[in-house]
């Protein structure tokens, strides 16, 4: 452990404009944070178009812990836990399938996708003794926001509305951009490891000063113009939503060029199936401002990134270490866009992909720099004296400001406090 002279609470390690370095490698603050955060907080577990059918399952996560969401035989969305209550082995060790049982591989005791238990092997051991109470652990809350699917460990708590606040615009507006309205999340994940704490992904998922720098490669080769949009002209914005969630709005850009689907490097003559379903959907003239407005680059607290085509899950494994779960977005209905979707998402995040690879660089070369002494504190002060309040009511400034990441810490801090 690196020896250190700050001071010992959460609270002599955050300040409005600069945090400690120790808050990404401290093993107890990652003990806390599971504790207060990820096993408190809303969290989100996956999107109910991955369970289409009765006894559908697939395996997922609440921070480190595997957790199976299912959709039972009478269609209802549930989250158990992932282990069995025998003697603690893993129970499924399946990606995803349909069963209406699950069967331990250890001793072979069988479970409902409900969570109960149904029999044991060798029922002669267990004479007399009652089956009640011995199911599956569960997890006790679950929201459900346009298919996406948020678990809770904590029994009460606010509403998952109440939670996602004005974030859920986000949501919205990318939904919006389906002709049917509803998105799927069926194009398959890709892991992508990563040796850094999960707080250096949280906070770069909405950091505009980096890609300038990080992603001009890409930049370049593609000819995109993207780069404007982390330029000192650009009208893009940051957003704190509040909550720790935060946005990267590029909708002031898009509006200004007023090009439908220029947000996603193409043109209405390209996808002329999905221009004549947004018409016929909302209309001509709102679905011409859904396609010039694009997708949104919001970052749900803590682990739900909406990067425009692709959606991103969060999960730390350890304090320095954590999984990002990636796939492309779908638009339910939508062929001829969906598979550009597919496309761009493996040249970005792909195994070969550009973009992502740049943004690992990153959270390694930061995580190994946290662990240096000195300085031990890290700034976060840029666009402080541009701040200003939005029509809503949420903090915004300039695309390159720090306005996410000093939202993200006082929201942190106030969980970390409770
Ligand atoms: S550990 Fe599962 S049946 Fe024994
Ligand atoms: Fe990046």
Same mark, same amino acid.
């Given at each position: ?52 059918q009765p006894n559908d399952y697939v395996t997922k996560s609440i921070g480190p812990t ?89 029994? $009460?708590?606010?509403?998952? #509305?109440?939670?996602?606040? +004005?974030?859920?615009? =986000?949501?919205?507006?990318?939904? !919006?951009? /389906? &002709? ?53 002209e650009s009208t893009a914005l940051t957003r704190d939503y509040g909550n720790g969630h ?26 002329? $199936?999905?221009?004549?379903? #947004?018409?016929?959907?909302? +209309?001509?003239?709102? =679905?011409?401002?859904?396609?010039? !407005?694009? /997708? &949104? ?80 504190w890290l700034i976060l002060s840029r666009g402080l004296h541009r701040e200003r309040i $939005? ?28």
């Amino acid at each position: 452990m690196i020896q250190t002279d700050a001071p010992a609470g959460i609270e002599g390690l955050i300040e409005p404009t600069r945090v400690h370095s120790r808050l990404y490698y401290d093993r107890d603050i990652y003990q806390e944070e599971l504790r207060k955060i990820w096993y408190r907080s809303w969290v989100y577990v996956g999107h109910v178009s991955e369970i289409p059918q009765p006894n559908d399952y697939v395996t997922k996560s609440i921070g480190p812990t595997p957790v199976l969401m299912v959709r039972d035989r009478n269609g209802e969305i549930r989250l158990l836990l992932n282990k069995c209550p025998h003697r603690g082995n893993q129970l499924c060790a399946y990606r995803q399938g349909n069963r209406a049982t699950f069967t331990c591989p250890y001793h072979s005791w069988t479970f409902s996708n409900t969570g109960e238990l149904i029999g044991y092997a060798l029922a002669d051991g267990y004479e007399g003794e009652s089956k009640v109470g011995v199911g599956l652990g569960t997890v006790p809350r679950i929201g459900i926001y346009r298919g996406f699917v948020f678990g809770s460990m904590a029994e $009460d708590g606010e509403s998952l #509305m109440d939670y996602l606040g +004005g974030a859920k615009a =986000a949501i919205d507006q990318l939904c !919006d951009n /389906s &002709p049917t309205g509803e998105v799927e999340l069926t194009a398959g994940f890709l892991q992508h490891r990563t040796k850094a704490n999960w707080k250096f992904l949280l906070e770069n998922e909405t950091d505009g000063y980096h890609p300038g720098f990080v992603h001009g490669s890409i930049f370049q080769v593609t000819k995109s113009g993207i780069a404007n949009l982390y330029g000192t002209e650009s009208t893009a914005l940051t957003r704190d939503y509040g909550n720790g969630h935060t946005e990267f709005d590029l909708r002031p850009e898009w509006r200004r060029l007023g090009e439908p689907l220029k947000w996603f490097g193409t043109n209405e003559q390209r996808l002329p $199936d999905y221009v004549a379903q #947004m018409n016929a959907t909302y +209309g001509p003239e709102r =679905a011409r401002q859904i396609m010039i !407005d694009g /997708s &949104p680059h919001t970052m749900i607290f803590p682990n739900l990134f909406i990067a425009e085509i692709q959606i991103f899950v969060l999960q730390p494994v350890a304090v320095d270490e954590t999984i990002q779960h990636v796939t492309a977005v779908q638009f339910k209905g939508a062929p001829d866009i969906n598979r550009r979707l597919r496309q761009q998402t493996m040249g970005s995040v792909g195994p070969a992909g550009l973009l992502l690879a740049d943004d690992t660089e990153m959270y390694e070369r930061n995580h190994r720099g946290a662990l240096i002494q000195d300085p031990e504190w890290l700034i976060l002060s840029r666009g402080l004296h541009r701040e200003r309040i $939005d029509e809503n009511g949420y903090r915004i400034a300039h695309s390159t400001d720090e306005v996410p990441q000093r939202g993200i810490w006082k929201h942190y801090l106030k969980l970390m406090q409770e």
